[in-house]
């Protein structure tokens, strides 16, 4: 269908939609099951036969195999046969791990899918946009992502950039008339807007005509969308930690091989000892645990209202020195309430609060009715046309659509009694949008008697130098100096008290005069203020204390007027006694060497625009912080971008800044990222712990053979043995130490240097010397148990490999806490429990189960045996129990 030759009724009645009520619930459903989702054909996901396959792709596997074959060959069956079964149990659980990151990573996915406005039995809400169908009436704004082709019926400035399609990068106008022509090219449908392409200015409503592969985009073969993950930073230090163990372990397992066969081990039993250790020594499965870790930590994090969009930023989080914050519905309620009405000859107040209609206007201690002094009701009147938002009831709670300082007016406007039949009288014949930039937004308006006249509202210091004339009881009057004084006072006595003043100004047209935004913006008569104030969220105080015990400073940032901006920063106790607060002008006179040079000291920007943003960012950077920045608009995006940790807000933010950042937050809150850091470092410590514990257990296997052949011994561990360690000790509890929570002082540490190494602040050496212990340990019990007879071989190595096992699940309890095995609670993480008691049950059963004791060389041990197991496997952990290294 050629959608842009129709007009909006055409196309309304074509797709059988009630373009004020939208489509119902039924419909949609329907459609949605005949068109299928809102979505473009992806390349195919992981298979998971595949995915099990891979498991046994490891070269060290491949080798094991061979020797496994090798075995059969010789006849040595039992042998073959039981590291046949653990090589499969080892591919089973790398396999659950993965597939396991597979579908967090793809829930992840959907959950940061974007959404958009749709109006759905007279309600504007939002939906996810794989559920959009043809038919849905839907309301673009400034930063929008459009994910469906919409033919437009209504434009108020809308401006789209659509380079994705056409290649132009300089934003296209649009309108909502129809179109001659049969052949018009897609970049020359001014009344049609397509998926991939975004919003740059304006605001429309307009009725979705294609969805899926039938939108211009889907048509485009080479922009399919397929997404691949590129692996973290700590994942690509892992793999190169990889290869330095594949060689260090080849070079050692050599070592033991050749020292046993100068020894007169037969070469067949050493090669297969060798090949077993090596893959025992090469922790396979860390890449997948990392991953699991990583997925597991964010789906944590969604829990806590924020999603991350890429797995890097769980561990910048922990290296943040710096976050940088709006303060409107971040730090606040963002349910901004009318508090202060003030014309130029009087002030009222008005009570109620947040978006409840119930309220009353006083003058001093008089109340007073709206209709009767009409400078106010005018004020109000006026501030609710001016206005795109909408006020909707929810559960018996009313809410706001759109913009919070629009929200506000309409509410303070409905106490006055000024209903939404009222004003229905006023038609809207156009619209200059807000623009942060601009900071004010005006609309021509119609009443019902054909008179017409323009409404401007913004922030007073940018409408007070445009307006001529004042408004009082008696008409209006040209303005003097005197009178722009005492209306800029009322402007700074109003943000004393931290309340954000819109001033509200208006002029009369006459027919023929000129639409354009400079003739309509001057000459205007000022009308009043209105004083409103977003009140701080309860829990934001809380969170920045315990941001600043951890070592990050918070700094806010905001459009609203220094003093208010001071007021609700001292609220919080976000601003230090000799902390600097810094204006937008004197921001942009300052050279990135001066505002780096006092970055430092600066904890509040106001009246800043979203590109003072980046300069900002950039400055922090200088100084050698690792910056989080939150925004929400287009114009945050660079600076977004530009930070280490970029921050956008699940609520109020458009798809730009989303697509842009590292972590959306579902609840627009400041808590919410206090709680992220808190995460990110806990996951990032966990890793810690993981990796610190396979490799201490992996260096005690390699360690108590290569000092058994040092000292001319026979093998302690034989190879299915050393495979069955590998596999009983290392997935399980590794993956349950993935789950740790948090140790009490995580917040209370200073952030992580982003490029510290993964060995850093003692690991390293915990982990050779737990090793080393966990070796000497298991091979005294060896020597005890051997005494030399060739008889009690069997018996010794059941020891030794008892002892080994039992050693390494104690050690895990000491891999809890850098500070010390006593210092946390053994039952704090009863998921490292479980894996403890799994891991003991099938050591035990490969010791007493009889049909296994021959492939795995073990033999019934006594109580006494066990005493002695416990008591040397106690001796690592015991002995740097009370060490910090």
């Known amino acids: 269908m050629k959608w842009y030759q129709y007009n909006s009724d055409n196309v309304a009645r074509k797709l059988a939609v009630n373009m004020k009520e939208g489509l119902s619930e039924k419909q949609a459903k329907e459609r949605l099951r005949k068109f299928g989702p809102n979505v473009l054909k992806e390349s195919a996901g992981t298979n998971f036969v595949m995915l099990f396959f891979r498991q046994f792709q490891d070269f060290m596997v491949l080798v094991l195999l061979a020797a496994t074959l090798i075995s ?60 959009l169908v043809i038919g849905d ?20 400035g809308l401006e789209m950039e659509e380079s994705a399609l056409t290649g132009e990068s300089l934003p296209v106008s649009k309108h909502a008339n129809e179109l001659s022509g049969t052949e018009v090219e897609l970049g020359d449908q001014r009344n049609m807007v ?42 690509r230090k892992l793999a190169e930690l990889g290869k330095i163990l594949i060689i260090t372990a080849l070079v050692l397992t050599a070592i033991v091989v050749m020292l046993g066969v100068y020894q007169g081990h037969p070469l067949y039993n050493m090669f297969l000892a060798g090949v077993s250790l ?58 901004m309430t009318v508090q202060k ?12 609060e ?20 009409p400078v106010m009701y005018q004020l109000l009147l006026y501030g609710a046309l001016c206005n795109n938002a909408e006020l909707s009831v929810k559960e018996d709670r009313y809410t706001v659509n759109g913009d919070p300082t629009e929200g506000a007016l309409l509410v303070a406007a409905r106490k006055a009694g000024i209903t939404k039949e009222r004003l229905a009288r006023f038609r809207v014949l156009h619209e200059v949008p807000f623009d942060s930039e601009r900071k004010r937004m005006t609309v021509v308006i119609e009443d019902e008697n054909k008179k017409r006249f323009v409404i401007t509202k913004g922030a007073p210091d940018v409408l007070i130098p445009r307006c001529q004339y004042v408004r009082e009881k ?26 954000r003043t819109i001033a509200i100004c208006y002029k009369p047209l006459q027919k023929g005069d000129s639409f354009t935004d400079f003739d309509l913006e001057k000459d205007l008569i000022f009308v009043g203020l209105s004083g409103m104030i977003d009140p701080p969220r309860k829990e934001v105080k809380q969170a920045i204390r315990e941001c600043r015990e951890a070592g990050i400073k918070t700094v806010m940032i905001t459009g609203d007027h220094a003093v208010t901006a001071r007021a609700i920063a001292k609220n919080l106790q976000l601003l230090p006694e000799e902390g600097r607060v810094v204006e937008g002008a004197e921001l942009s006179r300052m050279t990135d060497q001066e505002l780096t040079s006092i970055i430092d000291d600066v904890y509040v920007f106001a009246r800043v625009t979203p590109e003072h943003k980046l300069k900002i960012v950039k400055a922090f950077q200088q100084q050698g912080h690792v910056v989080a920045m939150t925004g929400d608009g287009v114009n945050d995006a660079p600076a977004i971008k530009a930070s280490d940790i970029g921050i956008s807000m699940g609520r109020s933010g458009t798809d730009v800044a989303k697509e842009a950042s590292s972590l959306v937050l579902l609840d627009d809150n400041f808590a919410t990222i206090k709680s992220a850091i808190h995460e990110g470092r806990n996951i990032y410590e966990n890793i810690r712990k993981f990796i610190r514990y396979l490799l201490a257990s992996n260096v005690g296997e390699i360690l108590v053979m290569l000092f058994a052949m ?124 479980g894996a403890v008691v799994s891991s003991v049950l099938l050591l035990l059963v490969v010791i007493y189960y009889e049909p296994l004791q021959g492939p795995f060389h073990t033999t019934d041990l006594a109580l006494r045996d066990w005493i002695s197991i416990i008591g040397l496997s106690s001796i690592p952990t015991l002995l740097f129990g009370f060490s910090k290294r």
């Open 72 to 131: 059969g060959l010789l006849g040595e069956y039992v042998d073959a046969i039981a590291i046949m079964a653990i090589v499969l149990m080892n591919g089973v659980l790398g396999f659950i791990q993965e597939q396991k990151a597979e579908k967090s990573l793809a829930k992840l996915k959907e959950l940061s899918a974007p959404q958009a406005q749709v109006l759905r039995e007279g309600v504007w809400r939002k939906v996810p946009s794989a559920e």
């Open 137 to 156: 009436v839907v309301k673009i704004s400034t930063g929008d992502r459009l994910s469906a082709d919409i033919r437009l019926t209504t434009v108020k």
């Open 194 to 235: 397509f998926s991939g392409t975004l919003a740059t200015r304006g605001s429309a409503v307009g009725v979705i005509v294609g969805t899926g592969m039938d939108t211009a985009m889907g048509q485009i073969a080479t922009l399919l969308v397929s997404t691949e993950r590129m692996p973290t930073p700590l994942e």
């Open 278 to 335: 090596a893959v025992a020594a090469i922790p396979e499965g860390l890449p997948a645990i990392v991953t699991v870790a990583l997925s597991l930590g964010v789906q944590r994090m969604i829990r806590r209202k924020a999603i991350v969009r890429k797995l890097s930023a769980v561990e910048t989080l922990g290296c943040a020195t710096v976050i940088c914050s709006d303060k409107t519905g971040t730090m606040t309620e963002n349910q």
């Open 341 to 352: 009405l003030e014309t130029l000859e009087e002030a009222f107040l008005v009570t109620g």
């Open 354 to 373: 947040g978006y409840g209609t119930d309220g009353s206007f006083f003058d001093g201690n008089n109340q007073v009715e709206p209709d009767n002094v």
């Open 474 to 499: 008696d008409g209006y009057t040209p303005f003097k100096s005197n009178q722009e004084k005492q209306i800029y006072q009322s402007v700074h006595k109003m943000a004393d008290q931290a309340l």
């Open 710 to 833: 040092l000292l001319a011994m026979p093998l302690p561990l034989v190879p299915v043995q050393i495979l069955w360690v590998n596999l009983v000790t290392d997935g399980l509890p590794a993956m349950a130490l993935g789950l740790d929570k948090s140790e009490g002082n995580v917040m209370k540490q200073p952030p992580r240097n982003a490029r510290e190494g993964v060995f850093s602040r003692g690991l390293g050496f915990k982990i050779v010397s737990r090793g080393i212990m966990i070796g000497i340990v298991t091979l005294i019990a060896f020597i005890l148990a051997y005494q030399g007879e060739a008889e009690r071989l069997l018996y010794a190595q059941t020891i030794a490999f008892s002892t080994l096992v039992m050693a390494q699940l104690i050690h895990v309890f000491d891999c809890r806490s850098d500070r010390s095995v006593f210092a946390r609670n053994p039952f704090g993480n009863w998921y490292l429990i």
